[in-house]
């Protein structure tokens, strides 16, 4: 087991291993006096992985209650959040008590948010279940909701006292699911690690995951460890994402998170190589990457649409916009364009 320790407004471990879903119990009796858990999950991982869980939460002397709501970016919405937490005040779920998000990053950032804002914020322990969730959605505080203007549009920034990543519960993935995961792993590679980039090249779906997991988490610590409330540093995490947000809004979120992430990769790639901050290269390196997982690499949608939907973007502050564009693998910077340059720079990626 790998366990990388996490310091910001609040310290934390995150547990990387196998089999530790079992001895959840246990792990959460370390951390908190309080012998109450109210556990949120979808219908998929609720079938799958509730009654380990629950089953480890009693037998460490725990009092287990169970939410579940549909798979799919589609719960990550008002009513489900509205919901969960009056069922949270149904079951006198107190502030000493625990919330545990139990799946994906869908499920992680509902949970999340809904631990963020019941009675002004009580402890969260994230399990994910996703290998999305376990190299990203689980680590370093960002919750939200997406509003019907755009995705992750209501949200706040609540830490984690725990994270428990049993890799294990990967083997259930659908391939597809697993590749979504790989996306952001490839984006980890671009931003930061050359060699993380290369293992994946080389080992597609068939990765190490204490390894690739591990390093993503410790990463991203690192980032978020400079600039825990997203104004700087930490804008590197969305390689890919202004773009990838705008295709899975306009896609009504029929194009998964990671497929429309590793789509805005591609773009930012090919547009970089055009405007001259990467050499061509680096942006086949980039795209190839991105192939050899199976993910898709061309945008379905004209840039007059995209860039319709990703003017709603929350990163966009006034009329400029923060991007981040590769120069090499294993290196990006931040550049501030104006809302016209940025448009006529996304013309050379789609
Ligand atoms: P997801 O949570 O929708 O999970 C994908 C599918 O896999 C679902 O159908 C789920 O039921 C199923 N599933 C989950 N675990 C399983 C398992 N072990 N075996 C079988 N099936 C399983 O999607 P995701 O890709 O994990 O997360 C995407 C979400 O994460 C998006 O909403 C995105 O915005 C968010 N996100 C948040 C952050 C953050 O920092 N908070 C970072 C990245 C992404
Ligand atoms: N996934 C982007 C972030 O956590 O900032």
């Not at 625990?98 to 999340?112: F, M, N, P, S, Y």
């Not at 490839?186 to 080389?202: A, C, M, Q, S």
Request: hydrophobic fraction near 40%; aromatic fraction near 6%; proline fraction near 3%.
């Amino acid at each position: 087991m790998t366990t990388v320790k996490v310091s910001l407004s609040k310290s934390y471990d995150v547990l990387i291993g196998g089999g530790l879903l079992g001895n959840a119990g246990q792990l959460l009796a370390k951390i908190t006096p309080s012998r109450r858990a109210a556990v949120i999950t979808d219908d998929i991982v609720c079938g799958l992985y509730s009654q380990t869980l629950a089953s480890s939460l009693a037998a460490s002397g725990f009092e287990v209650s169970v939410f579940t709501v549909p798979n799919g970016e589609g719960s990550k919405n008002a009513a489900n959040f509205i919901a969960v937490l009056n069922w949270l005040a149904e079951n006198r779920i107190t502030r000493s008590d625990t919330v545990i998000a139990l799946g994906g990053g869908v499920v992680g950032d509902l949970a999340g948010f809904a631990a963020a804002s019941y009675l002004r914020g009580v402890r969260l322990v994230q399990i994910p279940t996703t290998l999305l969730a376990a190299v990203d959605s689980s680590v370093g505080g960002k919750t939200a909701i997406d509003l019907d203007a755009g995705k992750n549009l209501a949200g706040a920034f609540h830490q984690p006292s725990l994270v428990v990543c049993d890799y294990d519960t990967l083997d259930t993935l659908p391939v597809e699911v697993l590749r979504d995961g790989l996306s952001e792993v490839i984006k980890y590679g671009v931003i930061g690690d050359e060699k993380l980039f290369l293992h994946i090249e080389e080992k597609g779906t068939g990765f190490d995951r204490e390894y690739v997991i591990s390093e993503c988490v410790r990463m991203k610590r690192d980032i978020v460890s400079e600039d825990e409330f997203d104004t700087g540093l930490r804008r590197l995490l969305n390689f890919g994402h202004t773009v990838g947000h705008a295709i899975e809004q306009r896609s009504c979120f029929s194009i998964s998170h990671g497929k429309a992430v590793a789509i805005g990769m591609a773009v930012m790639a090919r547009a970089s190589k055009k405007a001259g901050y990467c050499s061509a290269d680096c942006a086949e390196k980039i795209i190839s990457a991105i192939k050899n997982t199976d993910l898709p690499t061309e945008c379905p949608y004209p840039l007059y649409e995209i860039f319709g939907v990703l003017c709603s973007d929350k990163k966009i502050s006034g009329d400029t916009i923060t991007a981040v564009v590769p120069e090499k693998v294993g290196k990006c910077v931040l550049i501030d364009f104006s809302l016209a340059d940025f448009n006529e720079f996304l013309r050379g990626g789609i």
